[in-house]
């Protein structure tokens, strides 16, 4: 039985946080004309809309969205890309991730320790379970969450607290794996605990409430959860 130190359910954020996103990157580029410094751009610009299409009580897949956001930085920067092109780059990119080399033992390593693992991700349900399944994934979870069956998208409270009602969870026995700032913040806001995936190029957020653990990798996040397991 869990103690109450220990979070009853773990949420993993997918995308950089489980899966590498080096291949969906070189896709992005190529359709750029090569301009790897407008990835970045691309990423903040789909991010900036997800939010300005929830804020909105709207909902369209997190995607698909990708794919007008890159027409978006594309139009920006003197380059045309079908609407077409756009969706098969992001989908299929999204969908052909590998995991990061420590991700299935550190999952591993947790289910065997008794945690209950469970995805949120703002991707769609068809999408995070074709993630799960190509990255090989699949049987460390629970459950597979999506977004899309609340309609929101991260870091809004209302998909924690959804989450954590959908699990059978108290907040406070929620714990949100992430490498994104944002979402480690939006989940302690909304009262669950949290741990912080240092991937490069990601911070925490220094106006957010303090998060628990910090580690380079998910290795490092459950080492710390299993130490006295």
């Known amino acids: 039985m869990p103690t109450p130190d220990r979070p009853k359910v ?49 909902y369209t897949s997190f995607a698909h ?37 420590e991700v299935k033992d550190a999952l591993a390593r947790l289910k065997a320790a008794g945690y209950t693992l469970v995805t949120l991700t703002n991707g769609s349900q068809e999408e995070v379970d074709a993630q799960c399944a190509y990255a090989g994934l699949t049987s460390y979870f629970t459950e597979r969450l999506s977004v899309e069956e609340v309609g929101k998208f991260k870091p809004f409270a209302e998909t924690y607290s959804w989450a954590a009602r959908r699990m059978g969870a108290a907040p406070e026995d929620c714990m949100l794996v992430a ?9 302690r806001w909304s009262g669950w605990r949290a741990a912080f995936v240092d991937r490069p190029g990601q ?13 380079s990798d998910l290795r490092g ?7 006295e397991s």
């Open 203 to 215: 911070q925490v957020y220094p106006l957010g409430p303090d998060v628990e653990i910090v580690a």
């Open 65 to 101: 969205i990708g794919a007008a956001t890159l027409q978006m930085v594309a139009a920006n920067n003197d380059i045309t890309i079908s609407q077409e092109t756009a969706r098969n780059t992001v989908t299929r990119g999204l969908r052909s991730l590998p995991a990061h080399p």
């Open 10 to 58: 773990i949420f993993f954020d997918v995308n950089e946080t489980l899966l590498d996103l080096a291949p969906l990157k070189k896709r992005i580029t190529e359709v750029l004309e090569g301009n790897e410094q407008l990835v970045p751009l691309w990423f903040t610009t789909l991010l900036q809309y997800s939010l300005v299409t929830s804020s909105s009580e709207r």
């Open 221 to 227: 996040v459950a080492e710390v959860l299993t130490q």
């Open 179 to 187: 490498a994104h700032g944002w979402d480690v913040a939006g989940a």
